[in-house]
């Protein structure tokens, strides 16, 4: 019984140890994809507005690049949570959030 729990103490460590280890994966991915997922996955409560055109951008290959999906994602619904949470926090009964995507020299500017 010692050796099968001793066993499975080691066993968990490492599978601890490995979740520690933040593994990025950079693909070809849409800005406008990650933006429209972290829309959809955000808190945002009705009474506040959020402006999220993605139609106004239409469909440039300049949007592709090289992001890792799910951690910019997150990201993202993270902010756009934390937005609404101080919306909420002054008092007010209502509020917007807008969220605008646009470049600078080479760089990819998102704004909330």
């Known amino acids: 019984?010692?050796?099968?729990?001793?066993?499975?103490?080691?066993?968990?460590?490492?599978?601890?140890?490995?979740?520690?280890?933040?593994?990025?994966?950079?693909?070809?991915?849409?800005?406008?994809?990650?933006?429209?997922?972290?829309?959809?996955?955000?808190?945002i409560p009705e009474e506040i507005e959020l402006s999220w055109e993605r139609d106004m951008y239409g469909e440039n290959k300049r949007f592709y690049g090289m992001y890792d999906k799910y951690h910019l994602e997150k990201a993202l619904v993270n902010i756009l949570n934390n937005a609404a949470e101080a919306i909420e926090q002054t008092?007010?009964?209502?509020?917007?959030?807008?969220?605008?995507i646009s470049f600078v020299l080479k760089w990819l500017v998102v704004e909330i």
Not at 12 to 20: H, I, Q, R, Y
Not at 91 to 100: L, M, Q, V, W
């Open 1 to 43: 019984m010692e050796k099968l729990i001793s066993a499975s103490l080691d066993r968990t460590a490492e599978l601890l140890d490995n979740l520690k280890e933040v593994r990025y994966h950079y693909l070809n991915n849409n800005i406008l994809d990650i933006v429209d997922g972290a829309v959809a996955e955000a808190n």
């Open 91 to 100: 008092g007010r009964e209502d509020g917007k959030i807008s969220i605008r």
